[in-house]
């Protein structure tokens, strides 16, 4: 029985552990990282991970009391390895990112270098695309400033990056000669395995948007836009995640539900309001796609249009409807001009047509008015004299100068 006990590798690595700690006490960090590591192997061997990469991560610590910054790397990636085995790609990948640091710390470009790339790889894995574009710019960053040679690996996480972060269209045959390069080793594999299928599917992705009915080059502002956002794979897949860009003057006003079962093809139906006039631009449209064993983040294309200004409509009223008076006496008449529609009226041109026993005794025969906003209106009163018996007509007419909409009103005056 003590034999046993003895002989039991968890029983080993606990009393490594606390070896490890007597020499902490001790001063002596660079013992306590060797018995600290070969706990951890102890742990990992027994698929005892969470503890693996605990003291894994407590040797690296006590490596960098040491100010051995290698060491600390290599410790960094062991515990990331043990993490990717057990499918924990953003952990992992947050390791070798620091792991990477190490290494660049002690002028070792090249491993620092993979280590980068390994990195986003794991974090693309995990589908954490914003931190892997985030560490792509710091990779590329680091590159100019050190000019150093890159490796197989992050030259595959910068073309996964490429495609599935920026959207970029890339022949397969660039993709498979890159893909071909990369050389994982046994804890990577499952990993590089996993993104480089995924990029495969996305290569051979389409997600579009495209118009639902005919093709509109100029749209009215608050008018509504239908487009059909579409996707085809080859394999069955869902959307888990969804964005759009659009213009300052373009906003959504129905969005889909993204609640269908996994399929090869799917189709919605999105409802858009231009709101400001100038160009719109809806897109691109930008999806995350599940499957099973598949992960594919892909971007639409981009639907430009015209946002005309929407239009306006006036209308016109002259009061009273009838008026009297004498002959050789002024009759006063006021005009009102309001706009009942969407968009404002420009330059607004108003004349007065007089029959022939009236004339006008203040004001004139034209009037241009600028601007009348939406749902606004304007009055001015225009008088008349009457030169001669009779029923006698005022007729007004406003034509906007932008659409040039006309409306036309006519009132009689009587003179006794």
């Not at 410790?75 to 924990?88: I, N, P, Q, S, W």
């Not at 695309?129 to 560490?135: G, P, V």
Request: with cysteine; proline share 3%.
């Amino acid at each position: 029985m003590f034999k046993f006990l003895k002989s039991d590798p968890l029983k080993k690595a606990r009393k490594r552990v606390e070896k490890a700690l007597i020499e902490i006490e001790e001063g002596y960090p660079d013992y306590a990282s060797t018995e600290y590591e070969k706990a951890a192997r102890l742990f990992q061997e027994q698929d005892e991970i969470e503890f693996a990469v605990k003291y894994f991560r407590e040797a690296a610590s006590c490596s960098l009391e040491s100010n051995d910054h290698y060491r600390c790397a290599e410790l960094k990636t062991a515990a990331a390895e043990c993490l990717f085995l057990d499918g924990r790609f953003d952990e992992g990948a947050s390791l070798y990112s620091e792991a990477s640091d190490h290494l660049f710390r002690e002028k070792k470009a090249r491993e620092s270098n993979r280590s980068l790339g390994i990195a986003i790889i794991g974090y693309l894995g995990a589908r954490n695309f914003e931190t892997a574009t985030n560490l792509m710019r710091k990779a590329e960053k680091r590159l100019v400033e050190s000019s150093q040679k890159t490796d197989a690996n992050y030259e595959l996480a910068k073309l996964c990056v490429t495609i599935l972060c920026d959207g970029s269209d890339i022949t397969k045959k660039v993709f498979e000669k890159v893909a071909g390069r990369a050389k994982p080793n046994t804890a990577e594999e499952a990993l590089l395995t996993f993104v480089v299928n995924s990029v495969r599917l996305a290569l051979e992705t389409e997600v579009t948007l495209d118009w639902a009915g005919k093709v509109r080059e100029d749209i009215p502002v608050k008018s509504t836009v239908e487009l059909e956002l579409q996707y085809k794979c080859p394999a069955d897949v869902h959307i888990i995640d969804h964005r759009v860009s659009l213009s300052n003057s373009v906003i959504i006003a129905k969005e889909p539900e993204f609640r269908n079962p996994p399929s090869k093809e799917e189709s919605w139906l999105i409802k858009f309001t231009p709101v400001l006039s100038g160009d719109g631009v809806i897109g691109p449209y930008t999806v995350t796609l599940e499957g099973d064993q598949v992960l594919v983040h892909k971007h639409s294309n981009v639907i430009k249009f015209n946002i005309a200004r929407a239009p306006s409509d006036i209308a016109l009223q002259i009061l009273p409807e009838r008026v009297s008076c004498s002959l050789g006496d002024d009759a006063g008449l006021q005009i009102e001009l309001k706009n009942s529609g969407d968009g404002p009226a420009d330059k607004i041109l108003v004349t007065v047509e007089l029959s022939e026993g009236l004339e006008i005794s203040l004001g004139s025969e034209e009037k241009l008015i600028n601007f009348i906003g939406s749902g606004e209106k304007i009055r001015f009163q225009i008088y008349v004299r009457a030169i001669s018996q009779g029923d006698e007509l005022v007729t007004i007419h406003a034509v906007d100068g932008r659409t040039g909409q006309e409306v036309v009103k006519t009132t009689m005056v009587r003179v006794g």
